[in-house]
T-cell receptor, first 111, second 118 residues
Framework: EDKVVQSPLSLVVHEGDTVTLNCSYE??????LLWYKQEKKAPTFLFML????IEKKSGRLSSILDKKELSSILNITATQTGDSAIYLC???????????FGKGTKLTVNP | ETGVTQSPTHLIKTRGQQVTLRCSSQ?????VSWYQQALGQGPQFIFQ???????GRGNFPPRFSGLQFPNYSSELNVNALELDDSALYLC?????????????????FGPGTRLTVL
C-alpha cells in the first residue's frame, strides 16, 4: 500500500529557531516529492523535488530529496510566527498522477 | 492565489442527501484532481479528470462521481451522504507533461469546500 509518513506530527518552537521536518515515502511508480504549506484551507505549493541530492531554496525555506533513503526534509531557518501552519508532504505517483499525502506536521512558532 | 476557484465555500447537508461541488481550474490547465481532507488528516485522492475522462480513482465508493467539462472545470457529486463524508473537499488543477517539470506536474489547489453532514 502506498504511504507517506511525516514526522514530527507537531512541533512548537520560538521565533528565530531552525526546524527540520521529515518525510518518508513508499509509493509505487514514484515520480516527484512535493511540499505544501496549509494555513487555513488551500495547500500552497512550496517545492517539487524530482532529482536526488539537489537542494531547492526559497528564502528561508529549503528542501532536499534522498531517493536512496526514500525521504525528504524541509528546513526552515530563522522561523517567524507567520511560518505557523501545517506542512504537507506528498508523493506524486506516475501513471495515475495522484498525490499521496502524509498527515502533515503542525508547526507552531511562538513569539 | 492559484487561480483555482471552488464553490460553494461551505455547505451543510443531512444524511442521505446529495451534493454537487464545483471547481474551475487555472488557465491553461487541463487536469483536475479531487481530494477529501478529514480533520487532522492529509488530503486523500478521490479521482482525477483529464480532458473530460476519469484518469485514476482512489479508494472511494461509486457514490462519489465526477465530471469535467470542455472548459476543464469540474464537478464532484456525492450521493447518499453519510456522516463520515464531512470534510474539506479540495480540487487541484495541473497540466501533466514533461516528467519533473515544475510548471506542469505541480498540482495547484483551490480554497476548498467545507462540507458538513448532519
Amino acid at each position: 500500500e502506498d504511504k507517506v509518513v511525516q514526522s514530527p506530527l507537531s512541533l512548537v518552537v520560538h521565533e528565530g529557531d531552525t526546524v527540520t521536518l521529515n518525510c518518508s515515502y513508499e509509493v509505487t511508480n514514484f515520480r516527484s516529492l512535493l511540499w505544501y504549506k496549509q494555513e487555513k484551507k488551500a495547500p500552497t505549493f512550496l517545492f517539487m523535488l524530482t532529482s536526488s541530492g539537489i537542494e531547492k531554496k526559497s528564502g528561508r525555506l529549503s528542501s532536499i530529496l534522498d531517493k536512496k533513503e526514500l525521504s525528504s526534509i524541509l528546513n526552515i531557518t530563522a522561523t517567524q510566527t507567520g511560518d505557523s501552519a501545517i506542512y504537507l508532504c506528498a508523493a506524486l505517483q506516475g501513471g495515475s498522477e495522484k498525490l499521496v499525502f502524509g498527515k502533515g506536521t503542525k508547526l507552531t512558532v511562538n513569539p | 492565489e492559484t487561480g483555482v476557484t471552488q464553490s460553494p465555500t461551505h455547505l451543510i447537508k443531512t444524511r442521505g442527501q446529495q451534493v454537487t461541488l464545483r471547481c474551475s481550474s487555472q488557465s491553461g490547465h487541463n487536469t483536475v484532481s479531487w481530494y477529501q481532507q478529514a480533520l487532522g488528516q492529509g488530503p486523500q485522492f478521490i479521482f482525477q479528470y483529464y480532458r473530460e475522462e476519469e484518469n485514476g480513482r482512489g479508494n472511494f465508493p461509486p457514490r462519489f462521481s465526477g465530471l469535467q467539462f470542455p472548459n476543464y472545470s469540474s464537478e464532484l457529486n456525492v450521493n447518499a451522504l453519510e456522516l463520515d463524508d464531512s470534510a474539506l473537499y479540495l480540487c487541484a488543477s495541473s497540466r501533466p507533461g514533461v516528467t519533473g517539470s515544475d510548471s506542469t506536474d505541480t498540482q495547484y489547489f483551490g480554497p476548498g469546500t467545507r462540507l458538513t453532514v448532519l
